[in-house]
Each structure stands twice: as structure tokens, then as C-alpha cells.
């Protein structure tokens, strides 16, 4: 599909996010441009995963209209969602390694799933993700040598290894010590910094103001935006 160079990464209008036939939020628009920062907030049960899962077609699109990465969910076919993810990085709470492989054969594993053939192009490619978040040593440790904090650094190389235009992160910091939250978000800020953008579920107050930057909040069936309205962040934990 066809994008231009100043479409935004994502696009919503007039969008209602379901979990089964249960309307979560209502009449949601929002848009998020090539390179921004969008912390995605509000209490537990508000439906920030829905909308996350939404975004990258997990949860089916039923009402309104969203654009991801260049891709209508509405309607969307099964075969072309391997695609609109490969736009995207997704990065959860917990990690989802593979136990029982070393840290390359987990990145391996995605490339060669993403189409990825060239095996000396593949290994200059996890070096450099691996260095991006500052574990270039790690690549034949297995997964249960790595610390949680070194763990999710791992998931945000393999989020990183088709230069996604779009970081999808829930809680990413949600598990981890407040000294381990900050270095992982420090690593969201430079991924960012270099240009993608980062569309971040979390409810660690303490990080967003101490990096603040748009704010979309989930607050009874309603989506809230930052960028046009005043709200308060103390209720959303
Ligand atoms: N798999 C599911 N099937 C049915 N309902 C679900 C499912 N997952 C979540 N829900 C419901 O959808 C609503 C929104 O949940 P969601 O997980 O999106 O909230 P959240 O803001 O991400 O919460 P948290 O901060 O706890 O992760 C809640 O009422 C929840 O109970």
C-alpha cells in the first residue's frame, strides 16, 4: 500500500474499540504523526490494551475507521496483517522469548519469519539491534542468564529489527524496579530521538513527568487527548 511521506502513522476517526460485543470506548480520534511520543494512560479495565490491540488488528475493527501504517483495518484480510505488523514493533509487559533459544536464535527467528534470507545481512542487522540497547555482548546467552530489565531489552531489539515507523508498547516498564523502568524508558526516548514513533500504555506517572510528552487518556468510554483538552493524570492509576 501506498504511503507518503507526511501521512500520520496512525489515523482514527469516529472509532468504537470493542472487546467482543462489549463497546470499551466510544467515538474514538486521535491521530499520531511520523516521530511522536504518546503515552496512553488510564485505570485498569479503561481499555488501553483494547485500543493497542485494536491498532495492530489483534481486536477486529468494527465501527469507524482506523489507518496503520498505511493499512485500512477495516475489513483488513488475514494475509495482509503479517504485513501491517511488520510496520510495526510490538512490545508487552512480559517478555515473550523463546526459553529454549540463545538471544540470536530468538531474533533469527523473527527475520526469518519476516522474510529475511541473507544470513550475513541478518547477523549485521542483530548486532546492530542488540548494540541499540546496549547488550551487543549477549547474542549466545539464553534467556534465563539475562535479568528481567536485560529481558525486555532483548524484546525491544526484536521489536526494532524492521525498522518499524510505529512502537506499540504496553506496560513495558510494568514489571520491572524503578532504577530498571528508567533505563528501559531512556531506550524508548533514543529509539525515538532517531525517529520512530512510540504510542506507549503505562502507569508510571513518575516517567511521564519526568519525560513528559502527549498524553491519550482512557477515561469512562471516552479517549482524551492532551493535545486538545486539559486533563488530570492523578485519577489514572
Ligand atoms: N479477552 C477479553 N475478553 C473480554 N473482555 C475483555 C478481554 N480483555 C479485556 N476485557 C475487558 O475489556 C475492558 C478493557 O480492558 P483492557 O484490558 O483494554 O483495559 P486496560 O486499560 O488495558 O487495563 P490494564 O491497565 O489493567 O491493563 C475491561 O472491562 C476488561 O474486563
Known sequence: ????????????????????????LKDVNFDIEKGEFVYLVGRTGSGKSSLLKTLYADLKLQVGAIYTGGFELKD?????????????GIIFQDFQLFHDRTISENLYFVMKATGWKERSKMKARLTEVLMKVGLGAYLNKM?????????QRVVIAR???????????????????????????????????????????????????ANPARVLKCSNGQLLDSKSEKFDLTDSQ
Open 143 to 151: 534467556p534465563h542468564q539475562l535479568s528481567g530489565g536485560e529481558q
Open 76 to 88: 483488513i484480510k488475514s494475509k495482509k496483517i503479517p504485513l501491517l505488523r511488520r510496520k510495526l
Open 159 to 209: 521489536a526494532l529489527i524492521n525498522e518499524p515507523i510505529l512502537l506499540i508498547a504496553d506496560e513495558p516498564t510494568g514489571n520491572l524496579d524503578p532504577a530498571v523502568a528508567d533505563g528501559i524508558h531512556q531506550i524508548f526516548l533514543d529509539i525515538n530521538n532517531s525517529g520512530t514513533a512510540i504510542l506507549m500504555a503505562t502507569h508510571d506517572h513518575r516517567l511521564i513527568n
Open 1 to 24: 500500500m501506498t504511503t507518503f511521506s507526511n501521512d500520520p502513522v496512525v489515523s482514527v476517526r469516529n472509532a468504537t474499540i470493542y472487546q467482543d460485543e462489549n463497546a470499551v
